[in-house]
């Protein structure tokens, strides 16, 4: 029989997986998808295209209607609000619930480069898409072939 040598902790694999898991940003509130209201944040993902900007904001629960898109000069602020309340009576016993969402983002666009007449919106399966087209004169062109003479 060979003597084993054991440290004071009989279990020397649970703290180091419980400090693990309680030091991840699961539990870190401050981070990007929540404002400094504690508030959450939707996810925006943001890609340019030759043509055009596309916009994705995740908002589910969500319906067209609870959204205002404004574009003051090249400013693009895209916010939400919704209130919901319901109530239970059971018995002697009352029970309201009310909630109250909303959220504000704004990103500023390139100068002189957006179409503004043209922006298009829809809201669909919980998200909101955007299309931001470019100017004709603001759209990458395929390079130029120069005849030498």
Known sequence: MNPVKRNGNRFPVFPSMFDDFFSRELLNWGNNNYSS???TMPSVNIR???NNYEVEV???GMD???FKITLDGNLLTISSSK???SEEVEDRYTRREFSYQSFQRSFELPRDVVDQENINARYENGLLHLSIPKKEEAKKKAPKQIEIS
């Open 37 to 39: 209201t504690s508030t």
């Open 48 to 50: 340019e295209t030759s």
């Open 58 to 60: 995740a908002a589910p």
């Open 64 to 66: 067209k209607k609870d």
């Open 83 to 85: 209130q919901q309340s």
